[in-house]
């Protein structure tokens, strides 16, 4: 039988750029050797390598002005960051590092604005882009923006909205933008998507109550394609629709100048992933500028509000398989040390697919598997590739060898969706937490951000009163914790070293 390495070699073509494997036959993520990171660490984990975040940046910033230029087009092109992608501070400064502005979707997003300014990793001239249906409590936080100075665009998702910052702003000028409510793809429940402003209603909310107010500027118009920013008939028709509205907007607005076409450009779910970003980011900057032409008018600036695509491929989650369990002739189980959904709700509520890689034993051979998470839910289970309906691990022996698995490519959404340090199922702890960053020598670095969350803090959730140890604060807690493991970690790789001698 052959090794997981032929198997891989005869799929893919492997190594790629991301992904390799060294002379013990254990993965490499970015050149970052995994095997080092759980020695280190322990499993199970979850790990943010920073510097693919200024990478992804950089890129689309790139397509873009590649597009511009190739187009000749007149407009500006400004990354904004969708934070509810993930909201780690840790994501968000090295956001803001790269000079990139913000896209908030709740009032609590703006906390996390004023601290950021407060920290001076953000200024006054940030974009904050302010998106979603808007609760009193959220108006009131992007006036207080307004009238403090902050560069804020709150986006109009319904036609009351407007009349909260009418009421409430106090600065001369308040910049707004509408979003315009898209049809979905035609095979959703629904015709027209709830959120934004229907196309007939933009034009009456424009002329009754922006255009007679001095101190109110309508500047962008808003679209979101849910779907992702795909070459199909149906995102060309909305965008093309998008722009003729646009371009009817700007001949009676001349304050309007920009677009901002939301999220979307998608990330590798599987390493066959093939996708031209350029050609698609050409495409949309040819169209955008064909329709203006033809209207007469001149061409918007751009934003876009990137999530997944900022922090998608930063993230990975590693874990320890526990057990193998054949449960009849077919069906063996790889039990791991951790669940899916919690960890991985993605993978469990939509059925999204990542690229899942053994972290060792690549020159082991391999056998099909479904993996098993902690949880009792019959549902805790990943089994499939996004290229295949089969899922393939080294086949070890689980009396005298550990098995990793990897997934990656998981840094977007999976906290927001899952939680983060609350109660889950079955009281399955959020995991560590470990960042990876490079120093200014290109040597790899590592910390850990949180360790494991620990049993108090749930029985302190759910109401049992327990207080962390007297006299001892929490961080404190954490950091004896986070040393007492990464102890017990140093032993364990000696003890395996040893054997291994
Ligand atoms: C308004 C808006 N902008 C941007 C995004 C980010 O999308 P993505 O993560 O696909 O880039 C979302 C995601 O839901 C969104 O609702």
């Known amino acids: 039988m052959k090794n997981y390495i032929d198997l891989i070699e005869q799929t893919f073509e492997f190594p790629t750029r991301e992904f390799g494997v060294d002379e013990k036959n254990t993965l490499l993520f970015n050149n970052v050797p995994l095997m080092d990171i759980i020695r280190q660490y322990g499993t199970p984990l979850k790990l943010t390598y ?11 910033r790139l397509l873009f002005r590649n597009a511009m230029k190739k187009f000749n087009y007149k407009g500006s092109y400004t990354y904004c960051y969708c934070t509810k992608s993930s909201h780690f501070q840790f994501i968000l400064e090295e956001v803001l590092s790269n000079n990139c502005h913000l896209e908030t979707s ?44 902050f560069n804020c665009i709150p986006v109009l998702d319904n036609l ?11 600065a001369e000028t308040v910049n707004l933008a ?4 898209t049809d979905e793809e035609p095979n959703f429940s629904f015709y027209t998507s709830r959120l934004g402003i229907r196309y007939s209603d933009i034009m009456d909310l424009f002329k009754n109550k922006i255009e007679p107010n001095p ?19 149906y995102y060309w028709s909305e965008l093309t629709r998008f722009m003729f509205k646009y371009c ?26 093939k996708y031209d970003y350029q050609a698609m980011i050409d495409e949309i900057i040819e169209n955008i500028q064909w329709i203006c032409n033809k209207n007469n008018v001149p061409v918007p600036n751009i934003l876009t509000e990137f999530g997944s695509y900022t922090v998608g491929e930063s993230g990975a989650v590693i874990y320890k398989v526990i057990d193998k369990k054949q449960q009849n002739d077919r069906e063996l189980w790889y039990m791991i040390d951790g669940s899916f959904i919690t960890q991985l709700p993605d993978s469990w509520g939509i059925g999204q697919k990542y690229i ?7 020159d082991l051979p391999y056998e099909k598997v479904n993996l098993g998470g902690l949880t009792c839910d019959s549902q805790d289970f990943y089994n499939t590739e996004a290229h295949s309906e089969d899922l393939y691990v080294p086949s070890f022996d689980i009396e005298n060898e550990d098995q990793y698995i990897g997934f990656f490519h998981t840094g977007a959404y999976q906290e927001s969706l899952g939680g983060y340090g609350g109660i889950q199922h079955c009281l399955i702890p959020a995991p560590k937490h470990v960042i990876v960053d490079l120093d200014e020598e290109g040597n790899i670095t590592t ?9 108090e803090s749930m029985l302190q959730i759910l109401g049992y009163g327990l207080e962390p140890k007297e006299g001892v604060n929490e961080s404190a807690n954490i950091q004896a914790q986070a040393q007492e493991e990464a102890a017990i970690n140093e032993q364990e790789a000696s003890v395996a070293e040893e054997q291994e001698k």
């Not at 609590?108 to 302010?130: G, P």
């Not at 009351?160 to 106090?170: F, L, M, R």
């Not at 509408?178 to 409510?181: F, G, K």
């Open 106 to 149: 709740s009032a609590y997003d703006i906390a996390i604005i004023r601290e950021l300014y407060r920290q001076e990793k953000l200024t006054k001239n940030t974009f904050i882009i302010c998106n979603g249906y808007k609760l009193p409590q959220y108006q009131k936080y992007i006036t207080n923006l307004i009238n403090d100075g």
């Open 447 to 455: 910390r850990l951000f949180a360790p494991q969350q620990t049993h």
């Open 356 to 362: 899942m890689l053994p972290v060792n034993n690549w």
């Open 178 to 181: 509408i979003r315009i409510a």
């Open 50 to 60: 920073l510097p693919k975040i200024e990478e992804h940046i950089e890129h689309a």
């Open 248 to 273: 009817e907007m700007k001949k009676v607005c001349p304050d309007l100048d920009s677009i901002d076409i939301g999220g979307g450009l998608p990330i590798q779910t599987s390493v066959f992933f």
């Open 160 to 170: 009351k909205e407007i009349d909260y910052y009418i009421e409430n702003t106090h």
């Open 215 to 233: 101190k109110l500027k309508l500047k962008m118009l808003h679209f979101f394609i849910n779907s992702g920013i795909k070459d199909n008939a």
